[in-house]
């Protein structure tokens, strides 16, 4: 869409906000931006960000007024769209944007997008990686904390970008369109703001909708519902497997990934040759190669990557080793389902940190996954209480509640003995106690260092 003489309302004055409102200014478009927050202080707004010193800010209500002199809203991702203040622009045939579809809306190149419940970070990391070992011009954006609206502007028709797109973002695209798509899994999420399991799959599934038949989705096999999308969509489809042998696509067979496509049947790499662990970690390895692969990436310079590449901050990272036992941040486990994979990869008695935000996640299987290897259950936040119910009605006993992180951590460490681990791995989000995951495994990190022996 042509956005020249249009008027642009900017919702959201976060990092989002910052990025869409400097991409819009660069293309001469007039911005009008609008925050809820109505004890927002409007110079110290535009001290924090200059683009928004000659923007019209507006704060607390939007005026029915103000609403008749926009032509298009961009929604920040944390926005919900069905505020009622949202609601009264589609009313009046507003268009409703967010981020990624105005970034794509400029931008230039191909792209490829990776959304699924876990592991898009790390499979977003390990394919810009990839990417970037072949081709001479790769961004990597989106949800892993690079906003895509911050470098469209600077892409070329040379350029790959990379984009790591949550559901959140995907409520607010049309025209997004990328040559190779990847849904990881779907396991229930955020259902606090999709509210039903039905609208939060359509939501993940609809990274395809303005794919052509050329392009490419990657999904995973062992996801039922995956399993049975794949079969309705009119693009190509590249499955990938972690438990069975596949006529086409990735699939690991004991400790070997292979790819089977109309040339037969080639080894990719051992898994013992790679730097990051556990079977949802083989999972995105096979999703980026699955993704390079439809790009047309040599193995050789897929594998060359694969090698090398180590597991992303916060995600079932080792920090440190104290009195012989060892600390692990999984911050970004910020799901039971994610949790799930923190508790299966380790190797060791377990004192897990859990509790935070309630996105209205059930725990049952979470607190099954423990079988056996967890010691003790350490809990902090908003949903404390809910997991110790949740954990006492599957029989584990060994519960304890603490009102901050350090509360938690000096508890595990008193505890734990040489031959322990100590992991944080949430299950919730980290909205309350901190800004965002990143806040809480930073913390968590500098905490356990500063421990004595």
Not at 25 to 37: E, R, T, W
Not at 347 to 363: A, M, Q, V
Request: aromatic fraction near 8%; glycine fraction near 8%; charge should be negative.
């Amino acid at each position: 869409m042509d956005l020249t003489g249009k008027r642009v309302l900017v919702v959201g004055s976060g990092i989002s906000g910052i990025a869409a409102t400097e991409l819009l200014k660069k293309k001469q478009v007039d911005v009008i931006l609008f925050d809820g927050n109505k004890d927002l202080d409007t110079q110290a707004l535009k001290k924090k960000a200059p683009v928004f010193s000659d923007v019209e800010i507006i704060l607390g209500e939007l005026s029915e007024e103000a609403m008749e002199h926009i032509d298009l809203a961009v929604l920040s991702p944390g926005v919900p769209t069905d505020l009622p203040m949202v609601n009264a622009l589609r009313d009046r045939q507003i268009p409703i944007w967010g981020e990624i579809e105005l970034a794509y809306n400029y931008a230039k190149g191909k792209i490829v997008a990776i959304t699924g419940t876990n592991g898009k970070t790390t499979t977003t990391a390990l394919t810009g990686q990839i990417l970037e070992n072949y081709f001479s011009d790769v961004k990597v954006v989106g949800n892993i904390g690079i906003p895509y609206t911050s470098v469209a502007a600077e892409t070329t028709d040379e350029t790959m970008t990379v984009a790591e797109i949550s559901s959140f973002q995907l409520e607010t695209t049309h025209e997004f369109a990328p040559v190779v798509s990847a849904i990881l899994n779907i396991t229930p999420d955020h259902l606090n703001r999709h509210h039903t399991m039905e609208c939060y799959i359509e939501t993940k599934e609809s990274i395809t909708k303005r794919q052509k038949a050329t392009d490419t989705c990657v999904l995973n096999y062992e996801d039922e519902v995956l399993r049975t999308f794949g079969e309705t969509l009119h693009t190509k489809v590249l499955f990938f497997s972690s438990r069975r042998k596949l006529e086409k696509g990735l699939y690991l067979e004991g400790k070997e990934i292979f790819l089977a496509d109309e040339n037969g049947i080639q080894p990719v790499i051992h898994v013992d040759d790679l730097n990051i662990l556990g079977l949802h970690n083989y999972e995105n390895v096979m999703a980026a190669v699955g993704i390079a692969y439809s790009v047309g990436v040599p193995m050789d310079k897929i594998v060359e990557v694969l090698k090398r590449f180590q597991a992303v901050e916060h995600r079932i990272e080792y920090v440190t080793e104290k009195r012989g036992v060892k600390f692990y941040n999984d911050s970004k486990g910020t799901n039971p389902d994610a949790a799930i994979k923190g508790i299966c990869a380790m190797n060791r008695p377990t004192f897990l940190i859990g509790g935070g935000y309630d996105k209205n996640s059930e725990y049952d299987e979470w607190i099954e996954s423990f079988n056996g290897k967890v010691k003790k259950l350490v809990l902090i936040g908003q949903t404390r209480e809910k997991i110790a119910e949740c954990a006492k009605k599957h029989g584990f006993f060994d519960v304890v509640l603490c009102d901050s992180l350090e509360e938690a951590i000096d508890v595990c460490y008193k505890e734990a003995e040489s031959g322990d681990a100590v992991l944080l791995s949430p299950a919730c989000a980290s909205w309350g106690m901190f800004k965002n995951y990143e806040e809480r495994g930073t913390i968590f990190k500098a905490y356990v260092r500063g421990l004595e022996e």
